[in-house]
């Protein structure tokens, strides 16, 4: 009796095991196609291409920063997404260079969360650093973002990181 006690344990865990490497590769696709759904978006910033940015931005997406205002107040400011896009379409005499760092995907089912450390540069001029937080969905055409929220400081960088992703590119 302990024998199939053993045997029927180790089944279980053995099963329960498989399933769980089975149900982890999934996730991990989706955790690459969120992750590069958002490198799109930033690609598209850097060559001035707002069709390629736009290609990943749900109907009504937001754009959304968290900031210090000049009062010394914190302060969420919304930036109407089209404003921002035909923005990134326009040319920019130096690159729009937006490097992202600790890319960390939650996933659940249909929806994504990308948490990241960023710092924007304009051509080789560091700008400010912060945080992004992109929600996503899957849609029919793949991710898709809804929401970008960030925080913008000029202090407290971790520039060899910056410059470390800055430098891949």
Not at 77 to 102: A, C, S, Y
Request: with cysteine; proline share 2%.
């Amino acid at each position: 009796m302990r024998h199939f006690l053993l045997f029927l344990t180790l089944a279980v865990l053995s099963f329960t095991a498989s399933a769980q490497t089975k149900k982890a590769a999934p996730a991990s696709q989706d955790a690459k196609a969120v992750e590069a759904a958002v490198v799109k978006f930033f690609d598209g910033m850097r060559q001035s291409d707002s069709t390629l940015s736009k290609s990943v931005l749900a109907p009504g997406a937001r754009l959304q920063s968290v900031a210090m205002g000049k009062d010394g107040v914190v302060q969420l400011r919304e930036t109407p997404m089209q404003k921002f896009i035909e923005m990134v379409g326009q040319k920019h005499e130096k690159m729009l260079d937006e490097g992202i760092w600790n890319v960390q995907v939650h996933l659940d089912g249909d929806f994504a969360t990308l948490w990241c450390d960023y710092a924007l540069y304009v051509g080789d001029t560091f700008s400010h650093c912060g945080v992004d937080a992109f929600q996503l969905y899957r849609s029919q055409d793949g991710w898709k973002i809804f929401s970008i929220t960030d925080t913008r400081r000029k202090e407290g960088c971790d520039m060899k990181a910056a410059q470390a992703s800055k430098a891949k590119k």
